[in-house]
């Protein structure tokens, strides 16, 4: 009897020393509690936006998902879920944020800050096509797709059109023109694309799709440009005349009047109506 208890405090013995030399073990490897368990909704809050006054968006998202996780329900939480979509957008990931964003939109279809994630989504979808803006001119005309920036311009649009006193109203209605000016650049280049290649019946076809769709763009004066130079070369004299006409009373210092066609296509402004955005809303 004497040695079943002997046998048994050994292995009481044997039981405290594994714990202990476990639990010596995980402060060895730096095991440490999370210092936001059980953290009060305020300062994850605080915690959060400081990480983003330091530009530590990684940190900011992260705070911000153990608020959300922590406090489900409530302003805090509608806020944070906004600030992370924001912090995923500046981090450039963008598809993580497109889908916080329409996750949000989904949940919250009425909240006050409905506008303004609309907005960011706009941000987003023309940050999703910076590559595009930066390269994408090196392509064949052809080639090119202008799908992100449509879903951008129409991101803007709701901006625009449901929430037309919004805070960030103005805003979208800037990049929507600068969105009209890319997209009419586009055409502009492709008709330059057909004129290289000879193509002068698609070319002025494409000047004239540009004139309709978006009239008044910084692309007008080149579009009718582009029909002198098409008629011109089908031997159509009196539609060439007439683009002629429009052209010197409109634009008379064009580049494509003073005849030397050597230095032609003419240099085309590049545009980027992506630049900058605005930051996120502070909860009240």
Known sequence: MTRARSVFRV???????????????SRFRGDKEDPDEGAPVEALYDKGHQSMRY???????ATFRRLVAQYPYGPYTEQALIEIAYAQFKMG?????ISSIDRFLRTYPTHRNTAYMYY???????????????????LDASRRDLATPNQAYADFAIVTERYPNSRYAADARQRMVALRNLF???????????????AYVAAANRATYLLETYPQSEY??????????????LGNETL???????LELNAPDHAWLDGDWPKYPWAIRRINPFA?????????
């Open 93 to 97: 990931n963008n598809e993580e944020a």
């Open 184 to 198: 009419a650049r586009h055409e502009i280049d492709t008709a330059l694309y057909y004129l290289r290649r000879g």
């Open 120 to 138: 960011l989504r706009g941000l987003v979808n023309s940050n999703r096509d910076t590559v595009f803006l930066q390269r994408v001119w090196n």
């Open 220 to 233: 007008q004066n080149d579009a009718v440009a582009v029909l002198a130079e098409s008629y011109t070369r």
């Open 276 to 284: 900058g955005e605005k930051s996120p809303l502070s909860i009240d």
């Open 240 to 246: 060439a005349a007439d683009a002629r006409r429009v």
């Open 11 to 25: 292995a009481v013995v044997l039981s405290l020393l594994a714990v202990l030399l476990a639990s010596g073990c």
């Open 55 to 61: 530009g530590n968006w990684n940190a900011a998202a």
